[in-house]
Nanobody
Framework: QVQLVESGGGLVQAGGSLRLSCAAS????????MGWFRQAPGKEREFVAA????????TYADSVKGRFTISRDNAKNAVYLQMNRLKPEDTAVYYC?????????????????WGQGTQVTVSS
């Protein structure tokens, strides 16, 4: 069982940066692949970024590639999403998710645990 709590969201102007954090409970955090997803009003939840259990491999949605960076610190049971050059279309609730295996996936249905989400709003 893993419990996830996101933080770091807020209001930022276009072109600005935010760093999201996701704190995980449990002693087996290092065995989980982790992902970040987002959901804008009226839209489906979409994949943003993911990382393997060791942090050795990452993947990104095309819409954020080159602007966002996912990382993790297994000693702190945490995963992060550094978001640079933010755009108004990045506005959404951002969720972190844990997958009970070492490798990541892009489909939300393949993740077992979810946080409550943190709001990111980018003004133009």
């Amino acid at each position: 069982q893993v419990q996830l709590v996101e933080s770091g969201g807020g209001l930022v102007q276009a072109g600005g940066s935010l760093r999201l954090s996701c704190a995980a409970s449990g002693r087996t955090f290092s065995s989980y692949a982790m992902g970040w997803f987002r959901q804008a009003p009226g839209k489906e939840r979409e994949f943003v970024a993911a990382i393997t259990n060791t942090g050795g491999s990452t993947t990104y949605a095309d819409s954020v590639k080159g602007r966002f960076t996912i990382s993790r610190d297994n000693a702190k049971n945490a995963v992060y999403l550094q978001m640079n050059r933010l755009k108004p279309e990045d506005t959404a609730v951002y969720y972190c998710a844990a997958r009970s295996t070492y490798y990541y996936a892009e489909a939300p249905t393949l993740y077992n645990y979810w946080g409550q989400g943190t709001q990111v709003t980018v003004s133009s």
